[in-house]
């Protein structure tokens, strides 16, 4: 059984910076995809940033040059720099991971979810 537990949400003024992690355990034979997606109430799971076999990156227009994903492969976590914080971050951030359990398995994982909260 695979577990992604996240950490580092919180409460932060506009234009602050905050950094969550999120660290896969369990049953891991290796990560093929980690990302970073957002939701707020109401409205649809939007992807921020991925991050692909540790190297290879994507993010939404809204948080480039702001937003920086990253990896530590051997711990198999994910981070979120997040600078430049706005209101319009605010949102409970998902961490998932797109991993293989066996050398054939694909499946995809989802974190609990930490609350960003950005005050103008």
């Known amino acids: 059984q695979v577990q992604l537990v996240e950490s580092g949400g919180g409460l932060v003024q506009a234009g602050g910076s905050l950094r969550l992690s999120c660290a896969a355990s369990?049953?891991?034979?290796?990560?093929?995809?980690m990302a970073w997606y957002r939701q707020v109430p109401g409205k649809q799971r939007e992807l921020v940033a991925t991050i692909r076999r540790g190297e290879v990156t994507n993010y939404a227009d809204s948080v480039k040059g702001r937003f920086t994903i990253s990896s530590d492969n051997a711990k198999n976590t994910v981070y979120l720099q997040m600078n430049s914080l706005k209101p319009e971050d605010t949102a409970v951030y998902y961490c998932?991971?797109?991993?293989?359990?066996?050398?054939?398995?694909?499946?995809?994982?989802w974190g609990q979810g930490t609350q960003v909260t950005v005050s103008s």
């Open positions: 998932n991971a797109n991993l293989m359990i066996t050398a054939t398995v694909r499946t995809d994982y």
């Open positions: 369990g049953s891991i034979f290796s990560v093929n995809t």
